[in-house]
């Protein structure tokens, strides 16, 4: 099999992203299972994709201030020219400048070939001049200095410094540009931590407990999930420390009848039974039929037997439940992903800030009918993956003014082991620049009557 250009296959990916809203992760996985790259250049390809998007306002920034065509005006096949070209220059100190110039020209020849004078122009001014970038003046308008620098839209930025203040809103956009840990969930149906962490030792990888969640190990080395030990048997799963916090707030016990209303991936809903000990009944509705297959898979490899799934759209009354209630219920309602942007770096470009208000209807309308379906005396965590106050506080406001027979139960008090971890109403915020877990919310309500 010929061996591929890990530049081209960058670019080809890069490509697809912006015409066709695809999704990186997806098109970098199915990229490296053709076998075509090899050794260093799958990760070289993996760097420059995701390095790119998360590096794009910035690159954009520098394209705008060394070319005289501004971004928004290029053929998209040059501006992303441009950007990889860019990103290797200022951003990857083992190539070197020649390389990344000389190969990205290479490229704009056969994608662009009336254009691959003018991107030699601009990446070798942008070279020799890099010392001298003209930045936003910070006093001045310190969204615009934030979004160029951290590479975050202009939008966001401001919503952050609303927040938190310039201070933090500066140390988040900074953390959102990094990349991300790998953390796995370990799956104590099978093994402890320690006996994990001992097998991964035992096998060379490079690896730590979770500051907060006692099922949580990071990754050191670099690793791909499913080529590590104990994957096939089952004992992890990939989750996020803040996404496993969630499911703990909820506290499901053996036995109880629990329902996961917004449930695909996966990552909660098998964490669930979990906590459950495999004992009870756990509903995993979504309405993504195939995804629920994946929570099956998921849960077969974990060997958790206690997962009924089915099709259902959260929105609307859940009829299809027939009497059913339940002693527990997680909405870990749809939201923006803004917290997690870090991973999902494409995400940033293409949510506004009028995404949060459109997805807090939703979002209150999917509470509203889980809340109908939870015992007196019940428990129901609601959560995203959000840093928008829109999408979290503002809607569990909303539903308290309607329905008076729930309270806010205060994290603070129930787990003080996370007090930290929450806010002064005792509502869960995960935060990258605080706690290197992904931004996330999580709520614990109670049904009083």
């Known amino acids: 099999m010929k061996k591929k250009n890990p530049r081209q296959a960058a670019l080809d990916i890069l ?29 070289f390809l993996t760097e420059l994709v995701f390095g790119v998007l ?44 020649s390389a990344a110039v000389n190969e990205t020209v290479k490229l704009a020849k056969i994608h662009a070939p009336r254009a691959a004078g003018f991107v030699n122009a601009v990446l070798r001014r942008a070279d020799r001049e890099r010392e001298s970038i003209p930045w936003p003046d910070r006093s001045a308008d310190l969204a615009a200095f934030l979004a160029a620098r951290y590479s975050q839209p202009r939008w966001l930025v401001e919503q952050w410094i609303g927040q938190l203040g310039p201070i933090e809103a500066e140390s988040l956009a900074a953390a959102m540009i990094e990349t991300p840990p790998l953390t796995l969930r370990v799956n104590t149906l099978k093994a402890s931590r320690d006996e994990f962490l001992a097998r991964l030792e035992a096998a060379g990888v490079a690896a730590r407990p979770t500051d907060y969640s006692p ?8 690793a791909h999930p499913a080529g590590l030990s104990g994957f096939a048997e089952g004992l992890f799963t990939v989750q996020d420390e803040s996404s496993q916090l969630a499911s703990l707030f909820l506290d499901p016990q053996p036995g109880q009848r629990v329902l996961d209303l917004c449930a695909a991936p996966g990552g909660k809903t098998t964490h669930l039974a979990q906590l459950m000990e495999n004992r009870g009944s756990l509903l995993a509705c979504d309405l993504d039929k195939r995804k629920l297959r994946r929570i099956e898979e998921t849960a077969e490899r974990l060997g958790i037997s206690v997962i009924e799934t089915m099709s259902l759209d959260g929105s609307l009354p859940l009829d299809a439940l027939g009497a059913r209630t339940f002693d527990r219920i997680l909405v870990d309602a749809p939201c923006s992903g803004l917290g997690v942007i870090r991973r999902n770096p494409e995400a940033k470009w293409r949510l506004s800030l009028f995404d949060s208000s459109r997805l807090a209807q939703l979002q209150g309308a999917i509470l509203q009918n889980a809340a109908d379906r939870l015992e007196t005396g019940g428990i129901l965590v609601y959560s995203t993956c959000s840093t928008s106050t829109e999408e979290n506080e503002a809607v569990i406001d909303v539903f308290l003014s309607e329905r008076h027979d729930f309270v806010v139960e205060n994290l603070r008090d129930l787990f003080p082991r996370y007090a930290e971890l929450c806010t002064d109403r005792g509502m869960f915020r995960g935060w990258p620049h605080r706690y290197g877990m992904d931004g996330f919310c999580a709520v614990r309500l109670k049904k009083i009557g």
């Open 215 to 222: 099922v949580g190990i990071h990754i050191l080395s670099a």
């Open 54 to 97: 998360r590096r794009r306002g910035t690159l954009d920034h520098v394209i705008d201030c060394f070319s005289d065509r501004k971004t928004a005006k290029l053929e998209r096949v040059v501006a992303i020219l441009l950007r990889l070209g860019l990103y290797q220059e200022l951003f990857l100190d083992r190539v070197p400048v």
């Open 15 to 43: 490509l697809r992203i912006e015409r066709e809203d695809s999704y990186a992760d997806i098109l970098v996985d199915r990229e490296l299972s053709t076998g075509q790259l090899e050794g260093p250049d799958r990760g």
